[in-house]
């Protein structure tokens, strides 16, 4: 069976149209993946303002073309916004079966319009005016007020513990992609094992082995997948099903990074260099829904990035360091189909700093409704995750 065919299959089981009643209360084993675009994705080309004529005057060469308007043109969501046409075959489908949303005008108050300072301002989850520790991320704080009867396996799928799993609890990580580079061979990690193996690290270190050795399978099976089965997907995509092979039996609360988002020349507009990235996250996307299968109704992925782009193109056909951004949700039984949060007219008066979008969705915020909404936390375990933030209602799930 086709993606497409199998993506319009499952969004027509019962299971997934009686998706959204799931998550009516807290359900065990519920399965989380943030997805970390780092550089500061063009969010104003992803979802398309195209009410807003000042758009249009505003980027010249960039601008993707209202709906209707030719095979290039943005993918009608509603009267005011647009999706990319590279996400016609990936994404579109989930938005109109109701399995993906978007949060505009989303993203932090860290003003400092640099890719470090806001990436650790979005990871560690801490007020701007109160003491910051680096080493407490708000994934890992989530992760340990779930400890108990609702206990959260988390994962990060990186070559490095991210900032935002630092902290109390002891997170692995996987790298795919350095994968067969070098390392420990069998009989060098069973030595290893066994040297810790009567120490209080020995349970960590076992089960790093062990989850090294699941990936290293699942990424030989994508790799027979490719040379029997030609996967035409390449890059996030083919990393994407590898997690979710990882994340359904085995881990709760996962991260994944990627990068190359940064486009201050040569962004393009239905086409090009942006559209290409488009199209890579898309797949990737609708290739990790299809891999959780029966766990998908019990997915939810965020996808988000640490700043969004100027309304205006600059002078080499790109975007500038910006502020608020667009979020991405999805999962088997989200409210999708929807654009989230609050919103204003965009036109030349409303622009942030008369340079970007405002924002009118603070992460944290989005974040403490989406996690009281999963997993049924209390006023005392949000404040534990993000102290002293009141969770915004959007009604994700």
């Known amino acids: 069976m086709k993606r497409r065919d199998l993506l319009a299959a499952l969004a027509a089981t019962p299971l997934m149209t009686l998706g959204g009643r799931l998550y009516a209360a807290p359900q065990a084993g519920a399965k989380l993946l943030v997805v970390f675009l780092r550089g500061a994705y063009d969010a104003t080309n992803l979802l398309v303002p195209i009410s807003s004529d000042f758009y249009y005057e505003s980027r010249p060469n960039l601008a993707i073309a209202r709906p209707g308007t030719g095979p290039a043109s943005a993918l009608a969501l509603d009267a005011n916004w647009g999706l990319h046409p590279a996400l016609l075959k990936s994404m579109l489908p989930m938005y109109q079966s109701g399995q993906l949303a978007f949060v505009p005008f989303a993203g932090t108050d860290d003003l400092s319009r640099s890719h470090f300072e806001t990436q650790d301002t979005v990871e560690i989850g801490q007020g701007l005016d ?44 996987i790298a795919f992609n350095t994968l067969g580079k070098g390392g420990l061979n069998a009989r060098q990690s069973d030595v290893i094992a066994a040297m810790y193996k009567q120490t209080p690290l020995g349970r960590q270190v076992e089960e790093g082995f062990a989850v090294k050795v699941d990936a290293q399978r699942a990424a030989a099976e994508a790799l027979d997948a490719a040379s029997g089965r030609a996967i035409s997907t390449k890059g996030f995509a083919l990393e994407a099903r590898r997690i979710a092979r990882l994340m359904k039996d085995r881990f709760d609360v996962g991260f994944v990074d990627i990068g190359g988002w940064d486009t201050h020349v040569g962004q393009g507009g ?97 974040f403490a409704g989406l996690f009281t909404q999963m997993y049924g936390l209390s006023a005392r375990q949000v404040d534990q995750v993000f102290a002293g933030v009141a969770p915004a209602k959007l009604g994700i799930v």
């Open 130 to 173: 109160a003491h910051r520790d680096y080493q407490s991320g708000f994934l890992n704080r989530l992760v340990h007020v779930l400890s108990g009867p609702q206990a959260a396996r988390p994962v990060a799928f990186t070559e490095q513990v991210p900032l935002t799993l630092r902290g109390i609890e002891q997170v692995p990580n």
């Open 270 to 366: 239905a086409t090009g260099y942006l559209a290409d990235r488009f199209t890579e996250l898309g797949d990737g996307l609708a290739g990790f829904g299809e891999e959780m299968g029966d766990a998908w109704p019990r997915t939810v992925v965020v996808v988000i990035s640490e700043f969004g782009r100027t309304f205006r193109e600059n002078g080499n056909r790109g975007t500038d360091h910006g502020h608020g951004t667009v979020y991405w949700v999805l999962g088997g039984s989200i409210q999708g189909g929807r654009i989230l949060g609050e919103q204003q007219k965009l036109d030349a008066s409303t622009l942030f700093q008369n340079r970007d979008y405002p924002v009118l969705n603070e992460y944290r915020r989005v």
